[in-house]
């Protein structure tokens, strides 16, 4: 008898948003931009809502 296979992790409630999802890329290159000379540190806070603010611009660009 072969011992029973791992379950599959279950499959989250609901997928993240296109919104969300270009917040996330929005914040990855933010976090980077610290590291280019002239680029100041953004307050984990404040890197949030400007990657959201970008995530709304670019809902808006995509359009309905």
Do not use: N, W, Y
Request: no cysteine.
């Amino acid at each position: 008898m072969s011992p029973t296979p791992p379950k599959p992790p279950a499959a989250p409630e609901s997928a993240p948003s296109p919104r969300d999802l270009f917040a996330a890329h929005v914040a990855a290159a933010l976090i980077q931009a610290p590291k280019q000379a002239g680029v100041p540190r953004l307050e984990r806070d404040a890197l949030a809502r400007q990657a959201f603010e970008f995530a709304d611009a670019m809902m808006r660009a995509r359009g309905p």
